[in-house]
T-cell receptor
Framework: ETGVTQTPRHLVMGMTNKKSLKCEQH?????MYWYKQSAKKPLELMFV???????ENNSVPSRFSPECPNSSHLFLHLHTLQPEDSALYLC?????????????FGPGTRLTVT | KNQVEQSPQSLIILEGKNCTLQ??????????LRWYKQDTGRGPVSLTI?????NTKSNGRYTATLDADTKQSSLHITASQLSDSASYIC????????????FGQGTTLQVKP
């Protein structure tokens, strides 16, 4: 098991709901990431935080709002989602931000938007 | 455009048999290539990482190869086990400070008894 946990593991929400995904890493890393994984498609990077500061937003719609209160915690706030947002949302962390740093993934949150 | 293509999309083999998964990439400038294993309902876990100067790396029954000239990599699984059933993802990173990874779509392997 990795040192990255995600809650909840499964979430079903209506298009008018507001919910949040939580990620916590116990590895002492400084960088954290949100990815979206849809069926039969490559992982898509959504957001990157390094030392609590957002360093990358990959043109993600504003209905997804990330929050990084400290280097160990990362949230993804969801509101007025669309059915096409249904996917596996993966959190990852790494010691630093750069191609030489290994990213460690959490188990993901399976999101279904009805 | 930086891309990673994997083949086959899915594969079924019998327990004990060997198999090879392919990865072609167009990422430039190349930094490193990783193979990840993703079990159903879990996040990806790194199997191997290779830089430009490495052409083979092993992790138990998994052996990855890299040909930086042809921009191709393969993952060979020896004496497959039921627990090898998973999605295998090839990931390439370009030389940059952002650490952005380019993911392939994965190969789904099913090992049957």
């Amino acid at each position: 098991e990795t040192g990255v946990t995600q809650t909840p593991r499964h979430l079903v929400m209506g298009m008018t709901n507001k919910k949040s995904l939580k990620c916590e890493q116990h590895l002492g890393h400084n960088a954290m990431y949100w990815y979206k994984q849809s069926a039969k498609k490559p992982l898509e990077l959504m957001f990157v935080y390094n030392f609590k500061e957002q360093t990358e937003n990959n043109s993600v719609p504003s209905r997804f709002s990330p929050e990084c209160p400290n280097s160990s915690h990362l949230f993804l706030h969801l509101h007025t989602l669309q059915p096409e947002d249904s996917a596996l949302y993966l959190c990852a962390s790494s010691q630093g931000q750069g191609q030489s740093y290994e990213q460690y993934f959490g188990p993901g949150t399976r999101l279904t938007v009805t | 455009k930086n891309q990673v293509e994997q083949s086959p999309q899915s594969l079924i083999i019998l327990e004990g048999k060997n198999c090879t998964l392919q990865c072609n990439y167009t990422v430039s400038p190349f930094s490193n290539l990783r193979w990840y294993k993703q079990d159903t309902g879990r996040g990806p876990v790194s199997l191997t990482i290779m830089t430009f100067s490495e052409n083979t790396k092993s992790n138990g029954r998994y052996t990855a190869t890299l040909d930086a000239d042809t921009k191709q990599s393969s993952l060979h699984i020896t004496a497959s086990q039921l627990s090898d059933s998973a999605s295998y993802i090839c990931v390439v990173s370009a030389s940059s400070n952002t650490g952005k990874l380019i993911f392939g779509q994965g190969t789904t392997l099913q090992v049957k008894p």
